[in-house]
């Protein structure tokens, strides 16, 4: 099929092109910036189109140099930003009419799970409203599917678990650390988009998940056992998701709106609903993965790898951000950067440096290099 996917340059996006090349699949890359495609491995096997779903006349321009497309996954967000959910659906809209107008068939759409209730999240009342801008009279029809965190390096949900699973000997464990969870491994979550692409896949909203069942609390020892790292928990009483949030955007190394953004959604549990795609896609070879060896995989990767070639969707990528990884890997690269060639395989040994000390050294290497210009910068 011919399959155009926003937010290519993303997580999720990166990988999922990876994916769909390897179906066989025609993929057209789409981006804000096009140039921006030039880094990932897969730029010699792809279409690109530069598309800012913001601006409808973008969106309109991008699928008409497109051609004639059939599927469309949209995987935009503007969480971080201010305002982020009525940019969010405003960009739903422009790309739900200009698909219509296209005669694109199916679009396929990755927002997470929405609990009941009324008093949600900006974050979780979010998800919803997208995938009802996606939605127009005589259009595409619509897949969503619906995850809880994801697991893989990279991952913004799983690099805030790596960062307080490393720096805090201590972890906070606020009262929804009770809540459950069905967290699902990048692995198994490419494998369901790609089949949603396929009429084998009614349209309809989806909940996906993997085999396993448990709480952040639960999760945050789990990564702190398979990491190799002791760790304990601390009950964490009278401190309100807003102030937590703000708390957790400044103690770890991610963007501080987008931290903030998702922890206010954890004071919600995070469990699939009942509409699953059992009998629709048969589980990946070998079954779903379990929680254990997902996180194991995402801690395998030794170097990060161009996209399209890593031995596993788990490991990190070369394009994936540069926070991600944890603070060991940002302290080579910081290193790397002065150390002459010879000298190098050296900096291997920083990995003998205690984890809550790498936190503290990278948060202070990171000061510093903020204080230098950027490259490119004007």
Not at 55 to 69: E, F, I, K, N, Y
Not at 132 to 157: F, K, N, R, Y
Not at 344 to 367: I, M, Q, S
Request: contains cysteine.
């Amino acid at each position: 099929m011919r399959i155009l996917v926003t937010g290519a340059t993303g997580y999720i996006g990166s990988r999922l092109v990876a994916a769909l090349l390897d179906e066989g699949h025609h993929v057209i890359a789409a981006g804000r910036d096009a140039r921006k495609f030039d880094g990932y491995g897969w730029r010699d096997r792809v279409e690109v189109v530069a598309l800012d779903a913001g601006d409808p006349d973008s969106v309109a321009a991008a699928l008409s140099t497109a051609g004639p497309v059939d599927v469309v996954y949209y995987l935009v967000h503007a969480i971080g930003a201010p305002d982020f959910r009525e940019a969010d659906n405003r960009a739903a809209a422009h790309v739900g009419a200009a698909a219509a107008r296209a005669g694109v068939g199916r679009i396929v759409y990755l927002g997470g799970f929405v609990p009941d209730g009324e008093d949600l999240s900006e974050h979780l009342t979010g998800r919803a409203e997208v995938a009802e801008a996606l939605h127009v009279d005589g259009g595409a029809e619509v897949v969503w599917l619906g995850a809880a965190m994801i697991i893989g390096a990279g991952s913004t949900s799983f690099e805030m678990l790596r960062y307080v699973g490393d720096r805090f000997l201590l972890m906070p464990m606020p009262r929804w650390a009770r809540h459950p969870i069905d967290p699902i491994s990048i692995r198994d979550v490419l494998h369901y988009l790609v089949a949603a692409a396929g009429p084998q896949v009614r349209p309809g909203a989806y909940d996906i998940c993997g085999p396993t069942t448990t709480t952040y609390g639960e999760l945050m020892h789990t990564y702190a056992r398979l990491a190799g790292a002791w760790r304990a928990g601390l009950q964490v009483r009278g401190l309100d998701t807003a102030v937590l949030s703000r708390l957790t955007a400044a103690a770890l190394p991610i963007p501080g709106g987008l931290a903030a953004d998702l922890v206010a959604s954890l004071d919600y549990p995070m469990t699939a609903s009942q509409r699953r795609l059992d009998g629709q896609v048969p589980d990946p070879e070998g079954g779903l993965l379990g929680i254990d060896d997902a996180i194991r995989r995402s801690l395998e990767g030794d170097e990060a790898r161009p996209v399209d070639r890593l031995a596993d969707p788990h490991h990190l990528a070369d394009t994936d951000a540069a926070w991600a990884g944890g603070d060991t890997l940002r302290i080579q690269r910081l290193a790397a950067a002065l150390t002459p060639p010879f000298a190098r395989p050296a900096l291997g040994l920083l990995g003998a440096v205690p984890k809550p000390v790498a936190g503290a050294l990278r948060t202070g290497l990171d000061a510093v290099a903020d204080l230098f210009p950027k490259k490119g910068a004007s």
